[in-house]
């Protein structure tokens, strides 16, 4: 493999970057009235707006040349086809199986992966829709009304997300919960008021061996037999989701209850596996139907659509841009509607945990940045808070606006009041005010550094007609994939994360040196030893 800072093209972006580092935005739109309509995109119902980046169509054929040179679509079609292209846990990497149509052929060391995907969610919706007619009921014959997901990390961020995002579309006599943290306060507020009788927990878990869910798992196992009594009633209360039978039946749920999925199919990739049965049970599967179908037609836009006009790559292109050539460190997600209140956070695993690494797929330490952080919060709530540093802080931070046309709840204006806001931030962003601008307006000299805004700070604008579940689907797979195209050119594996270990085994090491009944012999760094005997007197003091 070519080291990625020889390749021409990558020299030529380096060199071409040079040249747009002191263009601003007003240039590039100034010498060309039609850059607004002509820097866009669109794929199944997405329209992307890319013309507010510090680009011009040179930087778009050398994204195409660097992309050839990383020999991305060879990478595409390997994923799309089950080669093993999580190379350190030697697995493929097959999530756009999970929502391929049922006649279609995908093999896994020779097998045909889809029927099986299939089966899985025919037993999810059956179970989904006996849930929701009541048809299923509890241990003592009352119907299920509360619903509690619990899980951690991919296991927990794609569920809830997808729950606050799809909620229009809940069956609202439904309380749906989500129980993540170890912290036993989670567990406590997900169960305050619920009765057991009328209480499900799924259990999800990817290795059914994570410390937070199986903890949570066991005490939400004692607070049902607290009032169920019979440890039958586990049966009718508890599921599992997992790839792991074993540990699943020793934990006592009816593997019969067990809802499997695939080692092919990663924790922060699982949303649309059976990992999204709480999100079925909440919408019903013919919506989380018509989510898989949007994934699968974003899968197809990205598969087949010719590069100057895919989305997933040049969204991946634009990180890829900022990070390694303007110094870019984080990316700054906003979405413009409330439902997708938990998408930057769900964002933040899938980007982060898949591109955050340090050595390249053939273990060399990389000499460029690889994932920027990514973050955010939706608008309009965000302009309050943190704007102020994305228009005038020193820092560049590239932002993707999201935002819908139709709003599912229309209340007077409100909706024209949000997207105004949307348009203005980008525009304001790009274009700033100059000093000339301010002092005309009547500002005294002083003041007139305070009140310009540079502008030259790029920014997306995806537009969708209005929240759907299709729409999910396709935007959950729209970053998937750029995060993809990002992990092929910095040519790291996005699908394993060794990086979560070492803290985990150090915890474990841990635990029993806080619990003692005497006082352990420590044999940490002098920080940890102290950190750990403040806490076990402090603990004391605990009425
Ligand atoms: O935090 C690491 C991780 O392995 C994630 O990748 C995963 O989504 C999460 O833990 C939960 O794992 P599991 O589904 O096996 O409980």
Known sequence: MTPLKEMQAWKALEAHATTLQSKHLRELFAADPK?????TAEACGLFLDYSKHRIDDETLRLFQAL??????KDRRAAMFAGEKINVTENRAVLHTALRAPREAVIEVDGHNVVP???AVLDKMAEFAESLRSGAWTGYTGKPIRNVINIGIGGSDLGPVMAYEALRHYSQRELTMRFVSNVDGSDFAEAVHGLDPEETLFIVSSKTFTTLETMTNAHSARVWALGKLKHAEAVAKHFVA??????EVAKFGIDTANMFGFWDWVGGRYSMDAAIGLSTMIAIGAENFRRMLAG??????????????RNLP??????TVWYTSFFG?????????DNYLKRFPAYLQQLTMESNGKHVTLDGRRVDYQTCPIFWGEPGTNGQHSFYQLIHQGTRLIPCDFIGFAQSLNPLGNHHDLLMSNIFAQAEALAFGKTPEQVKAEGTADWLVPHRTFEGNRPSSVILAEKMTPEILGQLVALYEHSVFVQGVVWQVDSFDQWGVELGKVLAVRIIPELESATEPELKHDSSTNALIRRYRAMRRKQG
């Open 116 to 118: 099986d995907v299939h």
């Open 328 to 336: 870019a460190e984080t990316v700054a997600v906003l979405p413009y």
């Open 67 to 72: 992309a050839a040179e990383a020999g991305l």
């Open 241 to 246: 989701v997992s790839t792991n039978a074993k």
């Open 35 to 39: 850059r607004g309509e002509r820097m």
């Open 313 to 318: 790559f040049l969204m991946g292109m634009l």
């Open 295 to 308: 994934f699968h037609a974003m899968d197809e836009h990205f598969r087949t659509a010719p590069l100057e």
